[in-house]
């Protein structure tokens, strides 16, 4: 017999937890709402109506202004996010499932002493690692290249860490020994057997490096000079930091912002039941 006071509760639990919910999405959803109200209207009416209302949509018109302004380097800037991000969150990944797969299933000396300096990598913060970086790459002759941007990317000790969870999770050590036994070497092992097992963990690290990356602002600002090798984030700054002397640059940035959140929506969405059931195996580890 159920407890009437007890499904009261629970009725009220359930109700206070999705007006929560609701509150955090509108908190959320908000600003994609303002920046895409405010990149649908012309430059003269950004100030003089309401942010939250659609007035005369002109974002076709904004468009081409984007793409075509100082010679379509916004499109530049675009290509180079791509190559820095897509690129450096697959090698990345690779990275982190090679080592975390290392850590997991094989037993040698100093393991455990490696694995809490990795971990401790997780808490220094990529800003105060910005400096000791450009004097690195400084004194190698690779400031101001692509490769600036690229390297310090596909290191991440958060992947490592997740990767060897779900290493231990998701690949039974018995089918290792039946592909040893079989003839296969190591690399092979690793990639006919626990690279498929890991699949939908690897796709979590791999958006995890994806957004990072294409969030950076801070190593690409200590590292390049060159506008044409600029990411979008650093390119949008530059022209923000414009807009007193040229208003015009204004819609430009609004307009840029938008169009640089959209690639990151359509790879969660195209990845979603990968990453969904990466993070269910994480959470049940």
């Not at 002109?58 to 302004?69: I, K, S």
């Not at 190591?186 to 994806?210: G, H, Y």
């Not at 840029?256 to 979603?272: D, E």
């Amino acid at each position: 017999m159920s407890n009437p006071s007890l499904h009261r509760e629970s009725r009220m639990s359930r109700t206070a937890v999705m007006a929560l919910m609701l509150v955090l999405a509108v908190y959320f959803l908000l600003p994609i709402y303002f920046l895409i109200v405010a990149a649908t209207k012309p430059q003269g009416e950004l100030a003089s109506t309401n942010g939250l209302v659609f007035t005369h949509f002109n974002l076709w018109d904004n468009l081409h202004t984007l793409f075509t302004r100082s010679d379509g380097i916004f499109g530049r800037w675009a290509f180079n996010t791509v190559i820095y991000a897509v690129f450096g969150a697959a090698v990345g990944t690779l990275i982190s499932a090679l080592c975390g797969y290392a850590l997991a299933k094989f037993r040698f000396r100093g393991r455990e002493f490696l694995f809490s300096v990795i971990l401790g990598g997780v808490l220094v913060p990529t800003t105060a690692l910005a400096l000791p970086l450009f004097l690195l790459f400084s004194a190698t002759g690779l400031v101001n290249t692509y490769l600036a941007v690229f390297l310090p990317s596909i290191v991440s000790p958060f992947g490592v860490y997740l990767a060897r969870i779900f290493a231990n999770a998701s690949v039974p050590q018995e089918l290792l020994e039946s592909a040893r036994l079989d003839g296969a070497g190591e690399f092979r092992t690793f990639f006919s057997v626990a690279f498929k097992l890991m699949t939908p963990a690897l796709v979590t690290i791999f958006l995890f490096q994806f957004v990072a990356i294409w969030n950076n602002f801070f190593l690409p600002m200590v590292m390049l000079q060159k506008e044409s090798l600029f990411p979008i984030t650093l390119g949008l700054f530059e022209w923000n930091g414009q807009t007193a002397r040229a208003p015009l640059l204004q819609m430009s940035v609004i307009t840029g912002s938008l169009v640089s959140i959209v690639p990151v929506i359509v790879v969660f969405i195209l990845l979603q039941r990968f990453w969904r059931t990466g993070l269910a195996a994480g959470s049940l580890k």
